[in-house]
DNA sequence: ATAGAAACAATCAACTTCGTTCATCAAGCT
DNA sequence: AGCTTGATGAACGAAGTTGATTGTTTCTAT
């Protein structure tokens, strides 16, 4: 998921070029996590293409070389020096883990809502295969954002190092489905209750006649709170608690290792008579529904399922019944919650936890709900 | 390894596609099981039939230019609330435990927002002194109010009898400053973080060089959190844990009891030469203060004092520093959310946690703070 | 004016992806 | 059984992409 496509990056950086005018490489390529050489190349293309044009240190929208008679020894002062960063004032910096998986919907709350209120977003990745948080959220600062919101990698629970980072950069800050450790630190953060939406899935299955519920677990962030409303709906509903739990590597999708991943957590479920999971990641719920289908199985009927993400839940051969965690929504508050401190509007520091929602399709087995 | 058609694994692919704006060939090919070659070979009937673009790593959305990243979110299927209640009636009802502290302020708040979205409010009152919290909700229920927002007596975590009057009057609800103790009830709040109102003022005593702090609760629904927040500041900071708390009985104003009551918690400071109290209550840190003068103590001299609850501080002969919980915007945020839910807006549920801030006034020996 | 820093273009090696070709396999038909 | 058809996986050389390196140009500060 490291790598986004070339066009997607080109996408951006024309974005990126719109939204401010101009854009500069070495801001570009911290961003977007490649070298200078790749983002002149890209610059060099769009620029043959007709969609910028190239200026020493970044490029800028069009083609303004022969305006502006004075200031001729000035030409390349268009692309925004450090000294002053776009319109800075009300730029909101996002950092996020991936530009593919979860994100883009929360991206999307969040440029609705910078939209409304007239302010702009610009877009610091890092992700799992190549961390880089404190660095992205210094990058992000220079380049002079207002505030950032930010989903970091790595834990829930953020590490004290990128939190001092955040503290550091003197700016208002609002993290996305992250929080710090110590519940006295002063900051906003808005999360979604996973461990929540864990147990509303166990709930269905159980109301569904099943006394056993499996579990499949990827190692993320997420998988700890998963696991939490997992074993707490088993207790508190009375479930077989000896039901397998599995603690999925994170593999290259389709390696053999997660083809055995996937078998011996099947294997696992007919073993002890198990005919429902609770899967973490939709990706993995796809997976699982072929490998059972390989094996002679199908789901809900040999065993149901419901995954956890709702981000491809529904394209699944059986549409997958899936937990989904108000994405957008948690962009659109968070961003709220920025602005809001950027206006000085007195408002108070805020925590907030949203629920997700069940949202029902085949692979449960139940009836499907309109919708 | 699996036996899809064809034209499946195209339909899934090309909805993939527009799910997320891109895909990429390896990742296909894994989530599919089959090889990259097949996945190419797909691509590239699809893209003879003008339904996406090849790119090299994948394909994307028509002729880039018009690819759009953020598409559809979420199938958005209105929650329907049950057969909405009477349609257009948007009468909110308020349940708080008192009409002439804490909670004035936060029914300002609801009110400006009801008045702003064109609802009424009507109060229901309950108090300590004859809790009728099930009976009230009862009674607005019946009054036809469209949802609750509910401050009930009793603890800070509702007792399962009152839940259960407002699960059963089948409106939506919001509760303010009181939360189920099931944390998977799904319910909506909004409440003050009061441990970290206490915490804030430790440790503001703290950096002014106190290394005791007494503390003074009263027998309220707070209480026990402020004396988390205290026990938490305590060990966080490691002042000495046996600064004298105490806990005193709800008096009536100015009996002989409350007398001895501030008597034995001054007392109690001067012998362990504490010399700053955090007092739960604005009442009761002015009583104190009172009581100080009549002994010819003065504050912040012989005993820094912070307040918790800003209700009347600022009024006090010698303005008090206090900890003062966002009782407003509570309210404006209760009001906006079950409004929010009454509208149908399919907003997820919320639970949100709002940050107290510290007022420096005298009472506490720092230099006063404007505003 | 000049030294030093930053940005640049060109180039190369490592790597990924591409398209083609070929062998295999299953299903349907003769 | 034998043949055909279509889908597929594997292999391989060709082509595209990228990070790093290098030498040059441009800018800035002294």
């Avoid at 997660?258 to 899967?279: E, K, S």
Wanted: charged share 25%; glycine share 8%; hydrophobic share 40%.
């Amino acid at each position: 998921m490291a790598d986004m496509l070339v066009e997607q990056r080109q996408e951006l950086l024309l974005r990126e070029l719109h939204a401010t005018g101009a854009v500069r490489v070495a801001e570009l390529a911290q961003r977007f996590g490649v070298s200078t050489g790749t983002i002149r190349r890209d610059l060099q293309e769009l620029a043959d293409l007709g969609r910028l044009t190239k200026v020493r240190g970044g490029a800028i929208l069009l083609d303004r070389a022969s305006s502006r008679p004075d200031t001729a020894d000035e030409p390349a002062a268009p692309p925004a020096p450090e000294a002053a960063p776009p319109a800075g004032d009300r730029t909101l910096g996002l950092l996020v883990p991936s530009a593919t998986y979860y994100y883009p919907r929360v991206l999307a709350g969040v440029r609705e809502v910078a939209a409304r209120r007239g302010a702009r977003v610009v877009i610091g990745l890092t992700n799992v295969d190549r961390p880089r948080d404190v660095r992205q959220i210094e990058e992000l600062c220079d380049s002079g954002v207002a505030g950032i919101l930010a989903a970091t990698t790595g834990p829930h629970h953020l590490p004290e190092e990128t939190l001092a980072a955040l503290r550091d950069c003197g700016r208002p800050y609002v993290l996305m489905e992250r929080q710090p450790l110590d519940p006295y630190e002063p900051c906003q953060y808005v999360i979604t209750d996973h461990r929540q939406g864990a147990f509303l899935a166990v709930k269905h299955l159980r109301s569904l006649g099943h006394d056993r519920v499996a579990l499949y677990l990827t190692d993320t962030p997420t998988a700890s709170v998963v696991r939490e409303g997992w074993t707490d709906a088993v207790r508190a509903l009375g479930l077989d608690p000896a039901a397998p739990v599995i603690d999925a590597e994170r593999t290259a999708l389709g390696s053999s290792h997660a083809a055995r991943q996937y078998d011996a957590f099947i294997d696992g479920c007919l073993a002890g008579g198990v005919r429902a999971a609770l899967v973490h990641s939709d990706h993995d719920a796809i997976e699982l529904l072929q490998r059972l289908r390989a094996r002679g199985m199908r789901s809900p009927e040999d065993l149901a399922l419901i995954a956890y993400d709702d981000e491809i839940a529904a394209l699944a051969e059986v549409p997958l019944t899936a937990v989904s965690p108000p994405k957008r929504q948690l962009g659109e508050l968070a961003a709220e919650m920025l602005l809001d401190q950027l206006d000085a509007h007195p408002s108070a520091p805020r925590r907030v936890t949203m629920q997700p929602r069940l949202i029902i399709r085949r692979s449960c087995g139940a009836k499907e709900e309109s919708g």
